[in-house]
């Protein structure tokens, strides 16, 4: 056969899926080796028809009630699916001589409506829209080459309606973190940390929703590092002052340059002006007594003459790395 056919090209990109697919979940945790099987086999159809249906990436009746067979199974668990990944990432982890990022996020997944729109997890309109959540925590090198997943947490509500009117009711902050679905931003920093090893060479990135005190506190009795949005002023020093007002006090110490786009899609530089101080911050009040007050950097990145047409940027960031340079800002 010619290789440059487009019919060779399609059986080598085949066998090189194959094998990838074998590869990744050779290590994978199951009681019964037939349902390890089904799933390699499972996992090579649904890469080969990435985006298709069960029913049109098994191609015929037989693989498909095979595939709904294994994934109504009680014996298959997301653990028994997920091991053999888990384990791969580790081993690309642990060929990388420098630090690695672990990128918590968390993503909405929800089932179409017969109109075809997909709304998130709550009330759209006067629908309830049913669906899953997933937080998963991604590593990825310092250059942005992805090596796995290293944990995941899935999970739905079973309440809906009457939520935000709660929120006037109670405190969010008075509220136990075991409590509240916060709580899987400290299960997955402990479960990709413990997957990973070596704590010390993990820093844990996460957006606003990350903000959390206890996942700071969480992340120093663990040995590892964390780099996160910030959305609360938090007390700081000896508890007469904020974060913010010692920040006014800080003097800009450099510029970076970054790519956005503007409102038309083109790419465009900004310039931001850095500030960064190390910060003595408090625990939230009432909070006081069961968490002790953490010494962080505090960074702020203010974009320097931003256009008419859209907000300036403004970031601000907490780490418990060691600023002392604009080089160390680009987490060491």
């Known amino acids: 056969m010619d290789k440059r056919s487009g019919t060779g090209i399609h059986s080598g990109a085949q066998?090189?899926?194959?094998?990838w697919a074998e590869d990744e979940v050779a290590?994978?945790?199951?009681?019964?080796?037939r349902l390890g099987k089904r799933f390699r086999t499972l996992l090579q159809q649904l890469t080969e028809g990435v985006g298709k249906s069960i029913p049109f990436a098994c191609q015929d009746w037989a693989n498909t009630k095979a595939a709904y067979r294994f994934l109504s199974n009680p014996r298959v668990s997301e653990e028994a699916i997920?091991?053999?990944?888990?384990?791969?990432?580790?081993?690309r982890a642990s060929l990388v001589d420098d630090r690695v990022l672990v990128l918590h996020d968390t993503t909405e997944i929800s089932f179409k409506h017969n109109d075809g729109t997909i709304g998130l997890l709550g009330q759209v309109g006067q629908r309830t829209a049913c669906g899953i959540l997933m937080h998963s925590s991604l590593v990825v090198t310092r250059e942005g080459l992805p090596l796995g997943i290293?944990?995941?947490t899935f999970w739905t509500r079973s309440k809906f309606k009457g939520t935000n009117a709660l929120k006037k009711k109670v405190n969010p902050t008075r509220v136990p973190i075991e409590q509240k679905e916060s709580i899987r931003w400290l299960q997955n920093l402990q479960q990709s940390t413990d997957l990973l090893g070596k704590p010390e060479r993990c820093v844990h990135v996460g957006d606003r929703e990350s903000d959390i005190y206890e996942l700071f506190c969480a992340a120093q009795s663990t040995g590892t590092h964390f780099l996160l949005r910030t959305c609360v002023d938090r007390l700081a020093g000896d508890g007469t002052h904020t974060i913010a007002d010692e920040m006014h006090e800080v003097c800009c110490k450099g510029l970076h340059r970054v790519e956005t786009r503007d409102t038309r899609g083109s790419l465009r530089e900004a310039v931001l002006e850095l500030r960064y101080r190390r910060i003595h911050v408090l625990p939230p009040i009432g909070?006081?007594?069961?968490y002790p007050g953490l010494s962080l950097t505090v960074i702020h990145?203010?974009?320097k003459d931003p256009p008419n047409e859209r907000d300036g940027i403004d970031w601000k960031l907490v780490t418990?790395?060691?600023v002392t340079n604009l080089l160390e800002s680009n987490v060491r």
């Open 15 to 19: 066998l090189e899926v194959q094998s």
């Open 27 to 33: 290590t994978s945790d199951f009681k019964d080796e």
């Open 82 to 91: 997920l091991s053999g990944h888990f384990h791969s990432t580790r081993e």
């Open 150 to 152: 290293a944990a995941v």
């Open 287 to 290: 909070k006081h007594r069961r």
């Open 301 to 303: 990145a203010r974009e």
């Open 320 to 322: 418990d790395l060691h």
